[in-house]
């Protein structure tokens, strides 16, 4: 009687651990269902993976329960053990298809898994695997340990699987993988050691899909974030010059105007690449392209350590650097000095019309205030540059006529 009621105890609380194992993955799945960062193919991955630890989970149930039962429950006990047997191993492979879809070693998973299945259901007639004797009660039969194979050949699938899976991502990601692992390891292992007094095998497997799907969601996460870095960063990037696109100058720009003051320190300036129609007229849009890359490079040689630099279209380019406005000066000499330091494959030399503005000059300017400022400077230099070089042409012209 005592030994009844024990074992009562004990297929209550199995019976308990069973129910709250697959509710907990149908509430899982409802969650894979509504996060949007899980595309369909894996929702319907995780989706067959979660049917089948539950069906694995109720037919173990199941098997255990119809132990020793009346025999007209036999035929029902023996299906029982076969969708067992069957759905058990199916658990590995399906973790597998989750992080390495398409892989050989799927390929050969999935025969494995079709030569089990023959097996387990002609067990059924024949016990090679399991039987059930004219008691009702469960027996390995002589040739378990082909499932002994089966199911460690699928286990160290998972962890080759997952192993291979967290390489791709950080350490942290790599070392949560192989102590789940560890843990879906240790739980399986405890079952066979203790048999019928132990059965952690549905607990640790549910237990363990659970965390791996938070893991899984974990690393997306990860990935999702570095993929938008990426594009973030592409979208930052001028891909002619290396310097900041006008993408990331109208978001600085706006950063600028919700400030209710701009930075004392602040200059804004303005460049202008000079003669560079006449370039792309004479030598090429190649040619071009390289004075507008030598334009970036000067750039970024002297005023990229003190703030950004952009290349914001055409022969335009705009820096906003935080310096000492006394250094403004000695700035330009450098920038000049680089330019005059610069020479192309294709072109000669470089020239660059410059203006600035100070923002501790002008304390109630806004960004656009101060750019405007910085670029009627330009404008002023590049009028200069102009009649300076129709002053030399002239004066060349002159020489060549005295010469004839």
């Known amino acids: 009687m005592r030994s009844s009621s024990y074992k009562g105890s004990k297929m209550g609380y199995y019976t308990a651990v ?3 194992s ?3 993955l149908l509430m899982l799945l409802k969650l894979v269902y509504d996060n949007e960062q899980i595309d369909e193919d894996t929702r319907r991955d995780f989706t067959i993976t979660f049917f089948v630890v539950i069906a694995s989970m109720l037919a173990e149930w199941l098997g255990v329960y119809l132990n020793g039962a009346p025999e007209w429950t036999r035929v029902l006990h023996i299906m029982a053990k076969a969708v067992d047997y069957i759905a058990s191993p199916i658990i590995g492979v399906r973790l597998v298809d989750i992080v390495l879809p398409h892989s050989r070693i799927q390929k050969y998973l999935r025969y494995l898994m079709g030569t089990n299945i023959i097996v387990e259901i002609l067990s059924g007639f024949t016990g090679w695997i399991y039987y059930v004797d004219e008691y009702n009660h469960y027996h390995h ?6 499932y002994v194979i089966v199911f460690s050949i699928t286990f160290l699938s998972v962890l080759f699987a997952y192993i291979a899976y967290g390489r791709r991502f950080q350490k942290k990601n790599r ?4 102590t789940i692992i560890a843990f879906i390891f240790v739980g399986i292992l405890l079952q066979f ?3 019928g007094d132990m059965r952690t095998i549905c607990l640790t497997l549910s237990d363990g899909i659970i965390l791996l799907f938070i893991q899984y969601l974990a690393v997306a996460l990860q990935k999702n974030k ?5 594009k973030q960063m592409l979208l930052d990037t001028d891909v002619l010059t290396g310097l900041k696109s006008r993408f990331a100058y109208s978001n600085t720009m706006d950063m600028y105007s919700e400030m209710d003051a701009l930075p004392q320190d602040l200059v804004a300036l303005v460049f202008d690449v000079n003669g560079l129609k006449v370039i ?5 849009h190649k040619a071009g392209d390289e004075l507008i890359r030598g334009a970036g490079t000067c750039l970024k040689k002297v005023f990229a350590k003190y703030g950004d630099c952009f290349h914001v279209g055409g022969d335009e380019f705009i820096a906003l650097i935080r310096i000492d406005p006394k250094d403004c000066k000695k700035l330009l000499m450098d920038f000049n000095d680089v330019l005059a330091g610069w020479k192309g494959e294709i072109v000669d030399k470089i020239s660059i019309s410059v203006g600035y503005a100070v923002g501790s000059n002008y304390p ?7 750019i405007s400022i910085a670029d009627n400077m330009m404008y002023v230099n590049k009028r200069r540059y102009h009649k300076k070089m129709l002053l030399m042409n002239e004066v060349e012209k002159q020489k060549a006529a005295m010469d004839e």
């Open 280 to 284: 792309n007229d004479s030598l090429g």
């Open 364 to 370: 109630e300017a806004s960004i656009k205030n101060l």
């Open 141 to 146: 039969g002589a040739y378990f340990l082909f």
């Open 18 to 20: 069973v129910y709250i």
């Open 175 to 178: 070392r949560s993988i192989s």
């Open 226 to 230: 570095n993929d938008l870095s990426e």
């Open 22 to 24: 697959s509710a907990t």
């Open 193 to 195: 050691l203790y048999g």
